[in-house]
Every structure is written in C-alpha cells, then in structure tokens.
C-alpha cells in the first residue's frame, strides 16, 4: 500500500510538471488595434475564435488603442505587434533614431481611402473638391496628398475651404455643412450604401500611383522580432490563416467579428466583409506581402515634397522575413 501511494505522487508529480511546462511553454502576445474593431481586423478574430493561435502555443490578447498611439506601445515592448499605418508612422522611421517598429505584413493589398461625396455634387473627380468644404484632419501628410491628386486632375488646391474636423458619422457630416470626407471605403464608403445614401468616390491610388501606400499593416517590436523568430513566424502563420479563412468565407467571418463586438452593427459589418473580403490579397497569392517598390516610392515622394526630415533607406521599415511560405 505504502509502494502505491509513493507511485501515486509521483505520477501526480509528473502531471503538474508537465502542465507547468505547458503553461510556460505558452507564449503570451498582445496586439494592439489602430481603432475600435472593423472589417479590417476580422483575420485576427477569426484566428482567435478558431483556435488558430492556441494551435500555435500562443496566447494572443487583442487590445484596442491607448492614447499615445499605437506604434508608441509597440516600440516600447509593451505590445509585440499592432496595426498602423505605412503614411504615419513615416515621420518616426525619418530620424536619426527610428522607432524601433518593423511592418511584418499588409492588411490588406492596397490603400483603399480616398474621399466621398454626395452623389451628384460634383465631386466625382479630385478638381471638383475646389470651393466646396472639407473635413480636414489638419496633418501635413494628409493635405499634401488632397493637394497632389487636386493638382493632378487640374484643380486649384488652394480654392478647397478645410475645416478642420473628426468626422464620426459620415453620413451626418455630408447632410450638413461638410462636402468631402476622407474615407477608408471599406468602413464608411459600405456604411452610406447600408444608410441608402447615394456617394461619389475616388480612391487616391487610381489618381497618383505612388499613393498606393500600405494601409493598414501590422508593426512589430524590433527587439522581439530578433530574440523570438519561431513564436513571431507562428503568430504570422495564424493570423495569415485567420485572413485566408474570411477570404473564404466571408459571412462566417463577419459573425465571429459581431460575435466579438457586439456593440457593431450588424448590417454594416456583413456588406463590409463582402467587400474587403477581396480586398486582403487582391491579385496577388501571399497574404500579407509587402512590395518593396511601392514601399520605397511612397517614401521618396514624402522626402521629395518635404513631408519628412530625413530620407528613409530603401527597404528600411519592413520585412517580409516572418510571413508563412507561399
């Protein structure tokens, strides 16, 4: 009886060990949002909801913003990834100390913003933006790219009013004193057509080609990237496979994200993930492949119109080292 009871311990031993082992071999990540939850995200919730990250030994919390921006928390270590910008983050690469941050992959395929209208208000092309009102976020970055694509199509930059302004609804916005709101297509432009309200839109990349910039991407901390290239590869590896699966099924996908948030409507959520559901690869075979020219051409034009300090070196800021294998 006293032999049994000994190996009865030690078998119990054994157990917690190896469960102890388990939980510490179960790498803890967060990812912090650009913004509240959106079409944009849905590959992250998805790869949560499927088990995709556990099947990878990864615990991965999903965080929306703090203040003091995204790319911020990521360089400080106090997340391993996030979701950011290829155009705001520019200003923190432009230094003679970069933001410790790398983009390990693309959202999505291409830039999707551009800016909406009231149909039949005349601002189907960028030139009928000159003497009509528009919400402007106020940032260098943003009305040098309003000015290239008004200038572009023979407009006068300077006769566009701007107010400055967060729009919040945009439907509300162009029903009041607003004519033009910069939009990501993909969330606002789907949340007019739901509302019934009839828009115009042009997208900037159709207008001037190197602004089509990546937006929005997924950052990483530098120094986790070279100290944990394994769990940074298998935290790619799932969260590509949460994207491939809303290419796929793109109804499905859209009620993981509800189920999620809640607080989303609905309505709006399903048309967006039909939508940007083509958007997440477009015409190419790797999701999250980022393209090295475009990257480099949207950064020498920021340099060439005096947008930014210090020129970037090419090939500076991202890699493609982590993603999973075509």
């Known amino acids: 009886m006293k032999n049994k009871l000994i190996i009865l311990v030690c078998i119990l031993g054994i157990i917690a060990t190896m469960t102890a082992c ?28 499927k088990g995709y990250f556990k099947e990878s030994g990864l615990t991965v919390e999903i965080a929306q913003p703090p203040e003091g921006g995204t790319a911020s928390i990521v360089a400080a270590g106090k997340a391993q990834f996030g979701v950011d910008f290829q155009d705001s983050i520019a200003p923190a690469f432009a230094t003679d100390e970069p933001l410790p941050v790398s ?32 919400a402007t976020w106020d ?3 943003e009305k040098a790219i309003i000015k290239s694509v008004v200038e572009a199509d023979g407009g006068d930059y300077d006769l566009i009013q701007m107010i400055p302004s967060t729009v919040t609804d945009v439907v509300t916005a162009l029903n009041t004193d607003v004519d033009a709101v910069w939009v990501y297509y ?28 990546y937006s929005p991407m997924l950052i990483a901390n530098n120094e986790y990237l070279e100290n944990n290239k394994e769990e940074a590869k298998a935290f790619l590896k799932a969260v590509a496979k949460g994207y491939e699966y809303a290419i796929e ?15 989303l409507d609905e309505d709006l959520v399903l048309e967006s993930q039909k939508w940007i559901s083509n958007q997440y690869k477009a015409e190419i075979s790797q999701w999250g492949y980022i393209d090295q020219e475009r990257w480099d051409n949207f950064y020498s034009w920021l340099f060439q119109e005096g947008l930014i ?18």
């Open 22 to 49: 388990s939980k510490k071999s179960e790498e803890k990540i967060t990812i912090v949002l650009d913004w509240t939850p959106n079409t944009n995200h849905t590959g992250l919730y998805v790869a949560q909801e």
């Open 103 to 134: 983009a390990v992959a693309a959202l999505l395929q291409h830039n999707t913003s551009g800016i909406i209208s009231l149909k039949g208000n005349g601002l189907d092309t960028p030139k009928g933006m000159c003497n009509k009102v528009y």
């Open 139 to 141: 940032m260098p970055i």
């Open 186 to 213: 993909a969330w606002d432009g789907i949340a007019t057509k739901i509302k019934g309200v009839e828009t115009d839109f042009f997208a900037f990349k159709d207008i001037n080609p190197v602004l089509d910039y």
């Open 249 to 263: 099924y793109p109804e499905e996908a859209a009620n993981i994200l509800i189920k999620a948030n809640p607080e």
């Open 309 to 326: 300090d210090k020129e970037i070196p090419a090939g500076f800021g991202f890699t493609n080292n982590y993603l999973p294998a075509d």
